[in-house]
């Protein structure tokens, strides 16, 4: 072998070695831009419609805050809520839940949180398939960014509720409203509850509401049916995590109901006359339920009832 043919042979062999003249460098290996984290964030948007909400008075001011967005079995309070300049209502829920939280309604391979439902009242008014949640971040300590829906509810003619998914469609896996008419509708339209004089609006940011011979008055949507029989109600001190329970069987002694109409519409006044051991007590935090399942009906239409629970929470004065 001639020296000239020991030099191309190197010349090759080096080539080949570094992979230069092959055309076929080397590709580096792909590094993920996100990780996979234990939270999931979604952000749900609801446009309710000019007129349905505003803050001209203490009652539209705080009546956004009864509604909820209800995971499950677990009922979420809009975050924040922003008027629009045709004088609609935007209620915000911006959620970031764990995945040990969501449970079953959380499903890994397609990244869907399913039974989901918007609440007013205790009434369901909008459901959910599906909203596509958002579990990706840079790292596994950092929020994930959190995928955006936008639905706008909007009345019929006939009083019934539509919708128009109007962003974020990719995001959401299918919706739908089960109410079609007025008279598929029962909710409580508002709680008061008396002050010497006064009625005042029962909202979560109540800290005056007498613990004696405390009086609510319940608004119902329209008139209903055994207003004052098969109530189950349930009274819980948040900060004790005492309770006590109010059935207008078993515990009828405990508390009075009574039953008038105005406008067509039934106005239940509830008195809790209590006892040594059922009462409320004094500068003390109060989660106050109503349980579905009860007699209540719409008068006009029997099946039409309670299908959910209604809640309130409140603090008694000092």
Known sequence: MTRFSVLALLVVSLLALTGCGNGDDPVAPTVPTTVTTGNVAVTQNVVLPAGSVSTASLREATFWREFALRIGATDYAPT?????????????????????????????????????????????????AGLVGNDQAATLSTTPTPNSVTIALSTNTDGGITYTVTAGSSYVTGVTSPITAASDLLYVEKITYQKGADWLTLTASSTDVPYSGTTFKVYFNTAVANATTSWDIYVLNTATNMYF??????????????????????????????????????????????????????????????????????TTGS
């Open 245 to 314: 329970n109010l059935n207008s069987t078993n515990n009828s002694a405990l508390f009075t109901v009574t039953a008038a109409t105005e406008s067509g519409k039934t106005v239940l006044t509830v008195v809790v006359v209590g006892d040594a051991t059922h009462k409320l007590r004094a500068s003390q935090p109060y989660k106050v339920t109503l349980k579905a399942g009860n007699s209540l009906t719409r008068a006009d239409k029997s099946t039409v009832k309670l299908t959910t629970d209604i809640t309130r929470t409140f």
């Open 80 to 128: 924040s809520y922003t008027t629009n300049t045709d004088g609609s209502v935007t209620l915000v829920f911006s959620l970031l839940l764990a995945k040990s939280t969501l449970g079953s309604t959380w499903t890994e391979s397609t990244k869907i949180i399913s039974n989901v439902q918007l609440i007013e009242g205790g009434q369901p008014i909008l459901t959910l």
